[in-house]
Nanobody, 121 residues
Framework: VQLQASGGGLVQAGGSLRLSCAAS????????MGWYRQVPGKQRELVAK???????EYNEFLRGRFTISRDNARDTVYLQMNRLKPEDTAVYYC????????????????WGQGTLVTVSS
């Protein structure tokens, strides 16, 4: 089981980016999926997460600019980021709570490799 994130890059302040993260492997089910971000020297922080039924939770400081969504048929979670600011610059990690098919891995949290988002002023 693995998570593959994509969509990061360089964008000017005020611009938008859409991150994607697809889970693959022998998956029985996926519960919560989410995005976190980390700046060097700081703790990783929650950006947003979403349940299998589509209930979302946001970092209160990002609500209104970021929108999380998921496609359960594709085992994919998305993060639409609008009105980006230089302080949004970070490595963004996707996360999912996964149960693999029997014997195919551990049940619990999986992390993607991280995708760098750089917002220039």
């Amino acid at each position: 089981v693995q998570l593959q994130a994509s969509g990061g890059g360089l964008v000017q302040a005020g611009g938008s980016l859409r991150l994607s993260c697809a889970a693959s492997g022998s998956i029985f089910n996926i519960r919560d999926m989410g995005w976190y971000r980390q700046v060097p020297g700081k703790q990783r922080e929650l950006v947003a997460k979403i349940t299998i039924t589509g209930i979302s939770e946001y970092n209160e400081f990002l609500r209104g600019r970021f929108t999380i969504s998921r496609d359960n048929a594709r085992d994919t979670v998305y993060l639409q980021m609008n009105r980006l600011k230089p302080e949004d610059t970070a490595v963004y990690y996707c996360n999912a709570d996964i149960t693999p098919h029997y014997g195919q891995g551990h049940t619990g949290q999986y992390w993607g490799q991280g995708t760098l988002v750089t917002v220039s002023s």
